[in-house]
């Protein structure tokens, strides 16, 4: 009775708490929409009700209500939650279903409010606050990666190229946007870098419910930008792309953002980039910030058949029903879903394999490193490889 | 087994998630029948099939896509081809069950060899022992289940009465047609063009054009007699049209968020045909008495000779006086459904106690014998099929 009364004081208040009760625990959104496999990468990596979209909206409830008290157990279940949106697109309540991402977000923001994160979140934050970047890498080196691809810093062109911290830091990552800077100087893109001015963009941040950092970092990106004259972005990173493009207007932003597979598409097609013949089969992995939060699926896979002799091939679960490779919603960073057999990185790259395709193309850093690190887990390097789509395009430059 | 709270443990003990357990174990295609493990859901076998089994399907549940084909079968569930071929039960084709001593039991053939054909005959029929009896007996590992021809095109068509009392009578003439898929009837209050009609939904599936139009020709023609006397009529489906044939169909679920708070709840009792117009009767009174939102609808089993009453009722689970209004209104509704001689279907713990207390007292002791015989410690399930 003691636990009981001192749960009931420890009730809950979130922006959305007035719909939580809604959900019906149908399951609908655990599943692509053909119910072929599951396809919230929480639920498939863990295999238990409670890490399903379903399953968290009952926890919630229970913890609005104070049957649940907050602690460690309740924050680990909430940050396995990779914000890869499939229960939004599969949610059987229209309206309703909009707000499931919205919802998660909050609770987090108020597990931080309360101080009661994983560890491995909490270090993220402190990394991110103290150096501007997760890898806790001094900032005067954020530029490095550039060196040798010819592309300066920005000094008024048209565009300015942002690859967040992955890109910058991550040796899969700096690959991905050395080929990226290259394309784009080649094909005569007027282009610049902040280097070792770029700051994290903080989408993940955002998602793990550390909303005065990320309020931080934007406004201070927002500044920068306009100080420098930044008119457009082009963003290496799928995270990026999305919250200067859905968060930051409401913050003051006034820029245009692309993501770098919509520029080469349309450099592609407009011919300012000449490819040679390049044989072999590859299959493409949607990023969850690009595919579903962003609904953009063409343009990667535009340009990836623009390269004469390479045929593109759908992995089963593809498009809006892509599974996420488990990097989303800061879990790159504090890998919250574990490495089993059923990790999505994993899962996903043996769908890759159900293909026959030799490579994985990919446009989104943090998709590339958690592909690459399943793949090698899989014992699969002699049979997989993982490029980025800028990759795949230069290297079929004539 | 997550249908209807009947994984609640009502005496404490453990609930076991099957879901894992979740491998397509064998499907026969040539003998139309498939092996599944007890957590195997309805979605992944529809996928399954799909993708390398196009010619067959199985009879695919509304339920939600994440339920298990062994708690469907062993609740007596239904399904699109419930009106063909009988309860999803009735399509099993043998089981493997762990007994409540520990013991690993096979039913039906695959207790002789290792084809999973027959559940029973030309055996006594064991599986009786398992289905219907929601886990209070053994815990099903593995089903047999028969697969059908899954045709190439699949239709509807909606009829529109407001003639309740011809209801049974347009179902006998449908069905005497023998090639309808599935039949359902539904009436609902909102939105506000379903209001004071009955819905016949009816579908039919073909190879080719000529067998669709031929069969469209037919149920037409059973149904002309209701047009000429101006007592129905078919309606215009376009813009409902494929959420009707969507299987699962997801849109049922909307019901649960008309009022909403993300829940509905139903009576099913299981009766003849020819009680539809009583039990619509009811159902409307049961709404105004207890101030609900109601929606009624039907499925025939087995060609006509009985029907699912679904006796439902939406509610918001942020308001507990409603749902302690639609708790009463359903207890009503299976008493109503009990006094008119119905089964109600896949009864929650508080109908079980009403559906024993009805039965024929020799039937009971039969109950309570296997019960006691199969788990005489009375740890499967405990509260559920209890005499007391």
């Known amino acids: ?398 | 087994m997550s249908l209807t709270g009947l994984v609640i443990p009502l005496k404490g003990g453990i609930v076991m998630d099957m879901k894992r357990m979740n491998k397509i174990v064998e499907v026969n295609p040539m003998a139309r029948w498939a092996v599944v493990e007890g957590g195997t859901s309805q979605g992944m076998l529809k996928a399954y099939l799909q993708k390398n089994h196009p010619g067959l399907r199985h009879s695919l549940p509304d339920a939600p896509a994440a339920t298990t084909i062994a708690a469907n079968v062993s609740l007596h569930g239904q399904g699109r081809l419930t009106q063909q071929y009988g309860f999803n039960s009735d399509m099993v084709t043998g089981l493997e069950v762990v007994l409540p001593t520990g013991e690993i039991c096979r039913i039906g053939s695959p207790s002789i060899g290792p084809h999973w054909f027959s559940r029973g005959p030309a055996l006594p029929d064991l599986s009786g022992l398992f289905l219907g009896w929601l886990g209070t007996t053994g815990i099903i590992t593995r089903v047999g289940l028969m697969l059908y021809p899954n045709k190439k095109i699949r239709d509807v068509e909606l009829f529109v009465t407001d003639r309740v009392e011809l209801i049974p009578e347009m179902l006998f003439r449908l069905t005497h047609l023998e090639m309808l898929e599935d039949i359902n009837v539904w009436f609902q209050p909102k939105p506000l063009m379903f209001q004071d009609n009955f819905h016949i939904t009816i579908y039919f599936t073909g190879d080719d054009d000529e067998e669709i139009e031929f069969k469209r020709k037919k149920l037409w023609g059973v149904m002309q007699p209701y047009i000429d006397s101006r007592d129905g009529g078919f309606m215009s489906i376009q813009y409902i049209r494929e959420g009707l044939l969507e299987m699962p169909q997801r849109s049922i679920a909307d019901f649960a968020d008309v009022p909403k708070g993300g829940g509905f709840e139903y009576s099913g009792p299981i009766v003849p045909i020819d009680h539809f117009p009583r039990y619509a009767a009811k159902l409307v009174e049961l709404a105004a008495k207890y101030r609900l939102l109601y929606a009624g609808a039907a499925r025939l089993i087995s060609g006509g000779h009985s029907m699912m009453f679904a006796v439902s009722f939406a509610f918001n689970r942020d308001d507990r006086d409603l749902m302690a209004r639609v708790k009463e209104a359903l207890e009503e509704a299976t008493e109503f459904a009990l006094e008119q001689g119905g089964i109600p279907w896949k009864p929650n713990f508080i109908e079980q106690k009403m559906i024993l207390k009805k039965m024929d007292p020799s039937t009971r002791r039969i109950f309570a014998m296997i019960k006691k015989n199969l788990d005489p410690r009375g740890i499967m399930n405990p509260g559920n099929w209890e005499v007391e």
């Not at chain 1, 920068?224 to 008119?231: A, D, E, T």
């Not at chain 1, 044989?279 to 493409?284: A, D, L, N």
């Open chain 1, 1 to 398: 009775m003691e636990s009981e009364a001192s749960c009931s004081q420890n009730t809950h208040a979130i922006k959305h708490g007035d719909i939580v009760h809604r959900c019906f625990r149908c399951g609908c959104c655990k599943f692509p929409s053909d119910y072929n496999d599951f396809n919230c990468p929480s639920y498939r990596a863990f295999g238990w009700d409670t890490y399903a979209p379903g399953g968290r909206m009952w926890l919630i409830r229970g913890w609005m209500e104070g049957e649940i008290e907050t602690n460690q157990r309740f924050a680990e279940i909430m940050y396995a939650c990779a914000v890869c949106d499939n229960c939004k697109n599969q949610c059987v309540f229209p309206r309703f279903r909009d707000a499931l991402p919205d919802i998660f977000e909050e609770v987090k923001a108020e597990l931080v409010e309360e101080g009661v994160v994983p560890p491995p979140v909490r270090d993220y934050f402190k990394a991110v606050a103290t150096n501007g970047n997760p890898y806790k890498l001094p900032q005067a080196t954020r530029g490095d990666w550039a060196k040798g691809t010819g592309i300066e810093k920005f000094s008024g062109p048209e565009y300015l190229f942002y690859v967040g911290s992955v890109g910058a830091f991550d040796e899969v990552g700096m690959k991905m946007a050395r080929s990226v800077a290259r394309l784009l100087l080649k094909a005569g893109v007027s282009v610049g870098i902040l280097a070792d001015e770029e700051t994290c963009d903080g989408n993940d941040g955002k998602a793990m419910g550390q909303t005065g950092l990320f309020q931080q970092l934007a406004l201070d990106n927002i500044g920068k930008f306009r100080q420098k004259g930044v008119k457009k972005v082009i963003t290496l990173d799928p995270h990026a792309y999305n919250t200067f493009k859905n968060d930051y207007p409401a913050l003051g932003a006034d820029f245009q953002v692309f993501h770098h597979t919509e520029i080469l598409a349309e450099l592609l097609r407009g011919k300012k980039l000449a490819l040679c013949e390049r044989s072999g089969k590859v299959t493409y992995h949607d990023p969850c910030y690009l595919g579903r939060h962003n609904g953009i699926y063409a343009p990667p896979r535009e340009a990836l058949k623009a390269v004469p002799g390479l045929l593109l091939t759908e992995m089963r679960q593809s498009g809006v029903n892509a599974f996420c490779c488990g990097g989303g919603g800061g879990n790159f960073f504090t890998d919250m879903l574990a490495a089993g057999e059923d990790s999505p990185g994993r899962v996903r790259v043996r769908q890759a394999l159900e293909t026959g395709a030799a490579v994985i193309a990919v446009a989104c850093p943090n998709c590339a490193k958690m592909l690459a690190d399943a793949v090698k887990t899989e014992g699969l390097e002699e049979r997989l490889a993982v490029q980025g789509v800028a990759e795949i395009i230069e290297q079929a430059l004539s």
